[in-house]
């Protein structure tokens, strides 16, 4: 069963930065676009950004724009998810996942598009 695995989490200070990594031990994340999303405790989880896989173009919600950037190395089988300027509402648990149905963000980050599931990565902003 495939599985991507999330790891980078922890405590930060408002403001602080965190790298998330999303690998995929015996699996090859070329071909599939790969999506970033958290869920806050109580809440539906939500889209945080996408990563294409030829070109490296991306998407963010408005939520993270200008704050968390994205990125994939493809000779690694790599995705990350670099977060600045964190804020108390970025608190969640991470999960990266494969886009199923394209190789290339389309610009709505939705979860029934998206499989291979990790355990996810708990992040807390916090004093």
């Known amino acids: 069963q495939v599985q991507l695995v999330e790891s980078g989490g922890g405590l930060v200070q408002p403001g602080g930065s965190l790298r998330l990594t999303c690998a995929a031990p015996?699996?090859?994340?070329?071909?599939?676009?790969i999506g970033w999303f958290r869920q806050a405790p109580g809440k539906e989880r939500e889209g945080v950004s996408c990563?294409?896989?030829?070109?490296?173009?991306?998407d963010y919600a408005d939520s993270v724009k200008g704050r968390f950037t994205i990125s994939r190395d493809n000779a690694k089988n790599t995705v990350y998810l670099q977060m600045n300027s964190m804020k108390p509402e970025d608190t969640a648990v991470y999960y990266c996942?494969?886009?199923?149905?394209?190789?290339?963000?389309?610009?709505?980050?939705?979860?029934?598009?998206?499989?291979?599931w990790g355990q996810g990565t708990q992040v807390t902003v916090s004093r």
């Open positions: 996942a494969a886009n199923l149905m394209r190789s290339r963000c389309s610009g709505n980050i939705v979860n029934h598009e998206y499989a291979y």
């Open positions: 990563v294409s896989y030829s070109d490296g173009s991306t």
């Open positions: 015996g699996f090859s994340l070329d071909y599939y676009a």
